[in-house]
T-cell receptor, first 112, second 112 residues
């Protein structure tokens, strides 16, 4: 079964880079890696996704290992507003449809 | 403003009663999804619909039902057959199965 493993929580100082790791050793060749984040009592928000190559957008960067069994979400300069639960997710193909397989996420704590 | 609305934000029901959660989107998205989230956990897929008048069961469909009569609406009914209905329910939509999902603010259902 496709699944992801993340640390339960991480702490970082404000205005410093943050590296959030994710293991997905059972990933299949067609699974995309997605990251979402969720603030308390709100719906999740899309952050970034990728397949094999590293990806950058205005919110973050995604570094994917060459064997695709792990990835790292990089927040280049964390602010207090980045405090959230970050989910590493596999977009997995099941029959003719795709599903997002969610893990328990990493709670990111930002210290001022 | 385009987006997804869920109502109500908080809902209380007595055990044994059916309850319907509303989800509306004006993003012109074809695909819509319902997830359940329990405290400290990731999201689990209940039902999804890729197009009007069609929907598929997710991982935990038992005790739930949906309809997709209009593109912009995807209501979820929590029936009395659902053993542990108290949870945070999230609705999402996307342009298609390959694309990022946009989430509503969620409905917190408490069954007394």
């Amino acid at each position: 079964d496709a699944k992801t493993t993340q640390p339960n929580s991480m702490e970082s100082n404000e205005e410093e880079p943050v590296h959030l790791p994710c293991n997905h050793s059972t990933i299949s060749g067609t699974d995309y890696i997605h990251w979402y984040r969720q603030l308390p009592s709100q719906g999740p928000e899309y952050v970034i996704h990728g397949l094999t190559s590293n990806v950058n957008n205005r919110m973050a960067s995604l570094a994917i290992a060459e064997d695709r069994k792990s990835s790292t979400l990089i927040l280049h300069r964390a602010t207090l507003r980045d405090a959230a639960v970050y989910y590493c997710i596999l977009r997995h193909r099941m029959d003719s449809n795709y599903q997002l397989i969610w893990g328990a996420g990493t709670k990111l704590i930002i210290k001022p | 403003d385009g987006g997804i609305t869920q109502s109500p934000k908080y809902l209380f029901r007595k055990e044994g009663q059916n309850v319907t959660l509303s989800c509306e989107q004006n993003l012109n998205h074809d695909a819509m999804y319902w997830y359940r989230q329990d405290p400290g956990q990731g999201l689990r897929l209940i039902y999804y619909s890729q197009i009007v008048n069609d929907f598929q069961k997710g991982d935990i469909a038992e005790g739930y039902s949906v309809s997709r009569e209009k593109k912009e609406s995807f209501p979820l009914t929590v029936t009395s057959a659902q053993k542990n209905p108290t949870a945070f329910y999230l609705c999402a939509s996307s342009t298609g199965p390959y694309n990022e999902q946009f989430f509503g603010p969620g409905t917190r259902l408490t069954v007394l």
